[in-house]
């Protein structure tokens, strides 16, 4: 059986059409380079902000000796305020690297720094005030560890 050339090109186009490959929605195909990871509480400090700060303090420096697409940092910000009152966080940074082909994340972490702290008296806002100072501390530290700055 020969189809026609009409024919096949309709039934082309429909088929990019239903799959989304069309060329109004056209999709990156690859990831972006650098993949931060957060694991934080959402009651102390949102991803997104995590994220940023991470992106923030991270120099170029680090992405030359530890590329983009070979490494990814993942932050965890945990604790929150405790029924006497007292807010406790612990925040942690570590530098994991990623496969080479699927550039899937493994858990074999190369550097990790941890920042802790405890203040009595705390309200719920000064205690996602001290999960930033803490967080922003154990980005620095992890970073000191990897690169002169």
Same mark, same amino acid.
Do not use: H, N
């Given at each position: 059986?020969?189809?026609?050339?009409?024919?096949?090109?309709?039934?082309?186009?429909?088929?990019?059409?239903?799959?989304?490959?069309?060329?109004?929605?056209?999709?990156?195909?690859?990831?972006?380079? !650098?993949?931060?990871?957060?694991?934080?509480?959402?009651?102390? =400090?949102?991803?997104? $902000? %995590? @994220?940023?700060? #991470?992106?923030?303090?991270?120099?170029?420096?680090?992405?030359?000796?530890?590329?983009?697409?070979?490494?990814?940092?993942? !932050?965890?910000?945990?604790?929150?305020?405790?029924?006497?009152? =007292?807010?406790?966080? $612990? %925040? @942690?940074?570590? #530098?994991?690297?990623?496969?080479?082909?699927?550039?899937?994340?493994?858990?074999?972490?190369?550097?990790?720094?941890?920042?802790?702290?405890?203040?009595?008296?705390?309200?719920?806002?000064?205690?996602?005030?001290?999960?930033?100072?803490?967080?922003?501390?154990?980005?620095?530290?992890?970073?000191?560890?990897?690169?002169?700055?």
């Amino acid at each position: 059986m020969k189809l026609k050339p009409a024919v096949l090109a309709s039934a082309i186009a429909l088929v990019l059409s239903l799959s989304g490959f069309g060329a109004a929605s056209a999709q990156p195909v690859r990831e972006a380079k !650098s993949l931060l990871l957060d694991l934080s509480a959402e009651s102390l =400090i949102d991803g997104d $902000t %995590a @994220r940023a700060m #991470l992106k923030e303090g991270i120099p170029a420096k680090v992405w030359k000796v530890y590329p983009e697409g070979k490494w990814t940092f993942l !932050s965890q910000v945990e604790g929150g305020l405790t029924r006497e009152g =007292i807010c406790v966080v $612990t %925040a @942690r940074v570590v #530098l994991l690297p990623r496969t080479g082909t699927v550039r899937a994340v493994l858990w074999r972490p190369e550097k990790r720094a941890t920042a802790f702290d405890a203040r009595p008296g705390a309200s719920a806002d000064d205690c996602k005030a001290l999960a930033k100072d803490k967080l922003k501390e154990a980005i620095a530290a992890v970073v000191s560890s990897l690169v002169k700055t």
